[in-house]
């Protein structure tokens, strides 16, 4: 028998199986419900017959040589109709409101913020006076960071998660969580927090009954009576945070055990070599979503499969366990969206972006290149990266950031930097260095996050307009460079509104927030620099925003305007993107076209001013009369154009 008969074979006997063990499940689960009304019965129904088999298929490949696997299969199942019968009749409508507009998030409309709970409002009642403020900006997406209980003292900024059903109490209750969910979404703002499935707190009820001996619960975990297992992994594995915790074993002396903790010793990885890991887990989002959440941030989505002799990161199984939970939702909650946070090589991020998987990513690349470009005053790299790199699936839509909660990390690929003749390691150097700013002329003042001395690597700390050079000519009162980090700090967020996909806003960015050195004098964050880009939101200077004469109101207002403009063309909505050779390379170009019509896209990354060849410009915009969205103001392109200092322009053909 030939390869291809015996993958044929394999493929018959599957969907055999899969019809079989649903015409099986499928009486057993009706009868089980059977006081469930008939139409939200036979709803589920159809989304189970048109998913079941991706799910099937899902499970059978990571737990199909376990004897009682189609006993988890049922129960899975189980609880996916029970999920399914509890969700709120107001969620199963925009179930099927968004089953009518899948890529409503390709909107040209759609604008994102993030923000912490407590640093921004204090709790969830002060983000619920803050809509005004949201509307105000234009936001249509809010990301709240991790708000659910967690450990007092260690809890890594929220991420080690003690109960995925409460929150945390100084912000508020689960109700309360619910209760803005729904009005945001009655304001057009969709709700998305984080789902982090990779590990929980020592803290959770899960870990608890594993430290009590309880042999259910310690198949949740990795845990191990000595170092035989531990060593073995770790000969393959690196080490995540080595200043601050070396290795990716805990040793816990009041069970005599190593736990398996990539990130912290107090964050335990969970086992989803075990079935009920994932069924827990799967009633774990579900009763998020069902609490009002659109849209779940998958925390660490690389590092959730283990596997003996592997780097156990970005395994083939990792993106089967989320195709899976992709399925579920398409069951029971089908408005429900997925977003990849894999700050990994470019090309594995790239394999987590899929319809039937996380719909949504990040775009750590485009957000490192745009500060590398700022260094550099080049966009070389820039450009040949997002040529190669920045198309994804129909479907799909990329979040695109300028700075987030955590580090920026220099994730471009060598084999990129080496075909224009950079070397990978000597450029992530002069980074550092550059936003650090120990590097002679650097405007930046940011400070480096885990280095190490040894091999000079880190990763960088600090907020947009600190390392856009605001903080250092505010201290030094010079009025030219305050308004060149202004212009710095709106050219790159002026891409991430333009290139194509979401654009995420970490708010206080919006008024050009300096960094918050304070964080130093806490003992729980001092080790930690990227506390120093975290600060509580400033509302007293929030009122400064229409101010004009001030930096927080130039920022604001130029923004909000950009905001504006995207919002009301449609050419910014989901369209093709093609990166532009302008033949100078301290411009980044790009056009994108739909039915709704064609922008060129032209931004000066350097403080000096660039001429551009008309001829290119009239080819690449395929006019010679030109309307600049961003001045309002009409070129008609005789000469060659000349950008100012980190100017961007915004052409559309005038047909006037």
Not at 25 to 46: H, K, M, N, T, V
Not at 537 to 553: A, L, N, S, V
């Amino acid at each position: 028998m030939t390869t291809r008969q015996k993958d044929h074979a394999t493929k018959r006997l599957k969907d055999h199986a899969t019809k079989l063990t649903y015409q099986r499940i499928l009486p057993r689960l009706r009868q089980r419900f059977s006081g469930a009304p008939e139409d939200d019965w036979l709803l589920f129904e159809r989304r189970l017959q048109r998913h079941f088999g991706p799910l099937f298929s899902a499970l059978f490949h990571l737990y199909g040589s376990q004897y009682d696997f189609f006993y988890h299969v049922e129960s899975i199942l189980e609880t996916a109709a029970r999920m399914w019968l509890q969700r709120p009749t107001d969620l199963k409508t925009l179930d099927v409101e968004r089953e009518s507009d899948p890529l409503w998030y390709q909107s040209n409309e759609v604008i994102g913020g993030v923000c912490y709970v407590d640093l921004f409002a204090g709790d969830l009642a002060g983000v619920r006076e803050r809509l005004p403020y949201f509307k105000e900006l234009g936001l249509t997406y809010l990301h709240l960071m991790p708000l659910f209980a967690s450990p007092e003292q260690e809890n890594d900024g929220g991420y080690a998660v003690s109960s995925y059903r409460e929150v945390d109490p100084s912000l508020g209750t689960m109700a309360e969580l619910a209760e803005l969910a729904a009005i945001l979404r009655e304001h057009g703002i969709s709700l998305v927090l984080d789902f982090v499935f990779n590990h929980t707190s020592d803290e959770h009820i899960w870990a608890r009954r594993a430290l009590e001996g309880d042999p259910v619960y310690e198949d949740f975990y990795f845990i191990y009576p000595d170092r035989k297992i531990p060593d073995a992994y770790d000969a393959h594995l690196r080490e995540i945070f080595p200043d601050v915790r070396p290795g990716n074993f805990t040793y816990r002396p009041d069970i005599e055990r190593w736990v398996w903790t990539t990130f912290n010793s107090f964050q335990w990885d969970l086992n989803y070599h075990n079935p009920e890991v994932f069924r827990h887990m799967a009633e774990e989002m579900l009763f998020l979503t069902n609490a009002g959440v659109e849209i779940l941030r998958l925390d660490a989505v690389a590092f959730i499969w283990k596997q003996l002799g592997t780097n156990c990161e970005n395994l083939p199984e990792a993106h089967i366990l989320i195709q899976a939970y992709n399925a579920l939702a398409r069951i029971v909650a089908p408005a429900l969206l997925f977003k990849s946070e894999a700050i990994v090589h470019p090309d594995e991020v790239a394999k987590y972006i899929a319809t039937n998987e996380c719909t949504l990513s990040y775009n750590p690349l485009l957000m490192a290149l745009l500060w590398e470009s700022l260094a550099t005053r080049q966009t070389t790299l820039l450009a040949h990266s997002m040529r190669e790199r920045f198309g994804i699936g129909g479907g799909c839509a990329w979040v695109n950031y300028v700075r987030c909660h955590d580090d920026i990390g220099w994730t471009f690929d060598d084999g990129d930097a080496s075909v224009l003749g950079i070397d990978g390691y000597g450029h992530r150097q002069f980074l550092n260095a550059f936003y650090s700013g120990r590097f002679e002329g650097s405007f930046a003042r940011g400070l480096p996050f885990q280095e190490d001395p040894k091999t000079g690597d880190a990763r960088i700390s600090g907020t947009c307009a600190s390392l856009a050079g605001l903080e250092k000519a505010l201290r030094e009162e010079t009025e030219v460079e305050v308004e060149l980090a202004i212009r710095r700090i709106l050219l790159i967020h002026s891409t991430i509104l333009s290139i194509g996909g979401i654009p995420l806003l970490y708010l206080g960015d919006e008024i050009g927030t300096l960094n918050d050195y304070s964080y130093r004098q806490d003992p729980a964050k001092m080790e930690d620099s990227r506390w120093v880009h975290r600060p509580a939101t400033d509302w007293e200077k929030m009122t400064f925003r229409h101010d004009r004469q001030r930096p927080e109101g130039q920022i604001y207002g130029r923004l909000r305007q950009l905001i504006s403009i995207r919002k009301r063309y449609a050419m910014f909505s989901a369209t093709d993107m093609a990166v532009v050779d302008l033949e100078n390379e301290h411009v980044f170009g790009f056009v994108r076209w739909n039915e709704a019509g064609r922008v060129l896209v032209l931004c000066n990354f350097s403080e000096s001013a660039q001429a551009l060849s008309a001829n290119l410009v009239r080819s690449y915009g395929l006019a010679y009369d030109f309307r600049d969205l961003v001045a309002g103001e009409d070129i008609e392109l005789e000469a060659d154009l000349v950008l100012e200092p980190y100017q961007f322009l915004w052409l559309v053909h005038d047909e006037g």
